[in-house]
């Protein structure tokens, strides 16, 4: 136990310097308004509109089942996705939604959602014919072309079995969970497609919460009324992820054990796959709710090594492990090495974490003023994204906490809670919510977070889910001020989907990279094309590519148009 | 006119319900006892009746010379207990504080004795604080009582105009500003730029206060101003080399700032003084991998692991 300390008459204990040590900084200068308008730099006007519902059509809404018993699933759900289904070239969407299980049996029945995209800012349900219901209480999807066939197939988690939706290329989609092998029992919570082994086909990386299931259900709430709120999950046992070798057949062979994933026990919530070392291989980074982040280094041969702490990215700086929800990973200095994301809730601050090279990293949200901000958050969806095409990757950050009882028991912790978005200057991230827009200031219980551009425009879209509550859909106007080009890679000796893969460009003064990674925000599944920010340049030079392995090729592309999309496949050397 | 000074305004809530408890304890100077425990001298057994009766003038001496000589515990404790109630039933403070402290060495952690500690503690602040504000209402000891009272019930606002009192009279007191500042930090939202102000000034006033150096300290690292941080925690554990949270503190900076040979020297102290806390071990391990040293960062992983393993979290708060 800490010794208490006078300090010129002031006491000082380890508690209360933890509380002063959280109370730091919030409302500094650092997030006030008057700062930004000083910096003179950000857009002025909305950097996005929201599309309601009675505009997109979109008049589904998630269900959670709230129930007396607070059953921890209820309030963490569920995820979102922008995928291109029937291959139209318009990003479709899809809702994940809660469903029957053993401590919930909805009635009316619940269903997951399938949006065809209308290409005029509308959107019509083909969740019935498609057949992409759900038969659980769904948790998140992950979109990836598992067979090569040319399009999206679905894998959905959920509670206590997960689904994986072949896409029949017709418009419905078969449920081949048996056959592929892939039902990853317990609770799963966000997946990833990736080539882990580098033989051209994608992998299935699937996060797993805790040991869950009505029967071991624990009391946390007010003993004497016997109200109950949500448990922390340091109450529950931790479960390993799974990692699923796509077999090439339609099948995959579950080498949890044999690829070290198995060893770390995890309660893991959200994942990203990108090439951290830069050696060729995909690695992984999982958030993990009250035990140490795990940072899967792919060594090659199949194994993983879990390096986490020394890695600098599995606890805080005080040593302890954090609540690891939304993530995502991105070179947003452009120094060559991918960097990582990570939001956690209220009290323990987020964490942008530089690569310094040689698998370590350090946390530079303080001077990003990130930590500031978000000192009072809880963070779920999450992603790097380019959103007023200037060529700098920025940060859109969805909260929301996940007890809807924290406002009688955490004074300034909200269960809603509005979006942030930090600005790259070049020099650092600026937050810019408050000057980007009524978006910035809804109160959200945002869990889900998709990225893609829905209208083609090459500004590219959100997509959030709330837990109970209809999605958000957020189309994005800062990015049309600026010009770009929006390219969808096809992997041919490398993966089909380009996972992996590596795009520098050049616009006159302009030299800018793009890494494709896996994944990444929440429970949530994005745009497959990468759009390129070319600020207010009319030109783009060139464009190189770099595979991912097994291929490794790079091919460099010239004569390229702006403000529209293109595809490039592998090994053609063109575009088109 | 409140003929009742502001001070003892404040604590009127709190001195009714220990009053009243204290008297569900001392009523008639009576007490509540399970009875005599068997095994001990009759003089003993007729002091503890003579309590439970309510009998407290006749029971104390015998009490008080019976209490040296028990060696059973239970007795001991009863006697210990008994005397306790009637001594402060009879407002004979010395024997009561005594006698209490002697319970707490013999039976720490017992939830009765910690229950009547706390209570008769309190009714002592109490009568103190009645007797500065009956002594000297305008004191500003007195007006820094009444800030505190207002600090502890979450009452901000009215905390720093009292504060604000205080220095309008004397401009010089030392710690109020830093207490100000330190206002300002636990407020939600807090505000770090009045805070630093407070803080500064107080420095002004008492360029020794570590306090002071070590929360700008904090607010520079907030705001990863490195350099600043690293600055006021040195300046902070110089002005107080006991300053255990600063070393920590340093360290954390020296780490973020990329000073990791740095850094080993604070965090060595740190780990040293607070071998139990996974924050120092963690910054430890950071800083020996960072320089070089595996084996030294593995063992200190390793220590980070276990002392997190003895406090796990069971809240975000902690």
Sequence with gaps: MMRRRYAQGHRFSRRRFLRLLGAAGVGSGIWTPSLFSAAGAVVSTAAFEEISASRSGIAWRHVSGRSPMAHLPETVGAGCAFVDYDNDGWMDIYLVNSGPCDFYEPSPPLRNALYHNNRDGTFTDVTQKAGVLGNAYGMGVAAGDYDGDGFPDLYVTQYPHSILYHNNGDGTFTDVTAKAGVAAPGWATSAVWFDYDNDGRLDLFVCRFVDYSKAKLKFCGDLITGERHYCIPSIYDAMPCRLFHNNGDGTFTDVSKESGIMQSRAKAWGVVAADLNNDGRMDLYVTNDTVPNSLFSNRGKGRFEEIGMLAGVGVSSFGKARSGMGVDAADYDQDGWIDLFEANVDQEMYSLYHNDKNEVFTDVSNPNGIGVATRLMSGWGLKFLDYDNDGDLDLLLCNGHPDDTVEKRIEGVKFREPMLLFRNTGKGFQNVSQESGAAFSKPLAARGLAIGDFDNDGAVDLLISQNNDAPILLRNLAGRENHWLGVRLVGTKSNIDAIGAKITYQAGDLLRHKFKVGGGSYLSSHDPRMVLGLGKRTKIDWLEVEWPQPSGKKERVSDLPIDRYVTIVEGEGKWK | ?318
Aim: overall charge negative; proline content about 5%; some cysteine.
């Design chain 2, 1 to 318: 006119m409140n003929p009742v000074p502001p001070i003892a305004d404040r604590f009127h809530n709190l001195a009714f319900i220990v009053a009243v408890i204290l008297l569900c304890v001392t009523a008639n100077g009576q007490v509540n006892s399970t009875g005599p425990s068997t095994g001990g001298s009759s003089g003993v057994e007729r002091g503890i009746a003579l309590a439970s009766k309510g009998r407290c003038r006749e029971a104390l001496p015998i009490l008080k010379k019976a209490s040296g000589e028990i060696t059973t515990k239970d007795l001991k404790y009863d006697v210990l207990m008994s005397t306790a109630r009637c001594a402060i039933g009879l407002e004979q403070t010395d024997t009561a504080v005594r006698t209490l402290l002697e319970l707490n060495r013999s039976f720490a952690k017992d939830p009765e004795v910690l229950y009547l500690t706390t209570h008769y503690y309190s009714e002592l602040a109490l009568k103190a604080s009645h007797e500065l504000a009956a002594a000297a209402p305008s004191s500003a000891q007195a007006q820094q009582l009444e800030a505190e009272a207002f600090e502890s019930q979450g009452e901000w606002d009215k905390a720093i105009t009292q504060y604000k009192k205080i220095l309008e009279q004397n401009p010089q007191r030392h710690g109020i500003h830093y207490r100000m500042g330190r206002l300002f930090l636990t407020k939600t939202p807090a505000d770090s730029d009045d805070a630093k102000k407070e803080f500064e000034e107080e420095l002004k006033i008492d360029p020794n206060s570590a306090a002071s150096e070590f929360l700008l300290g904090e607010i520079a690292r907030q705001a990863g101003q490195w350099e600043e941080s690293i600055r006021r925690f040195g300046r902070a554990i110089k002005l107080d080399e006991g300053f255990v949270e600063a070393y920590l503190a340093l360290g954390i900076s020296m780490n973020a700032d990329g000073k990791f040979a740095d850094a080993v020297e604070p965090l060595e102290d740190y780990v040293k003084m607070q071998p139990d806390d996974p924050a120092g071990h963690y910054q430890l391990a950071t800083a020996y991998a960072r320089t070089g040293r595996k084996q030294d960062a593995q063992r200190e992983m390793a220590l980070q692991q276990e002392t997190a393993a003895k406090a796990p979290r069971t809240s975000p708060q902690q």
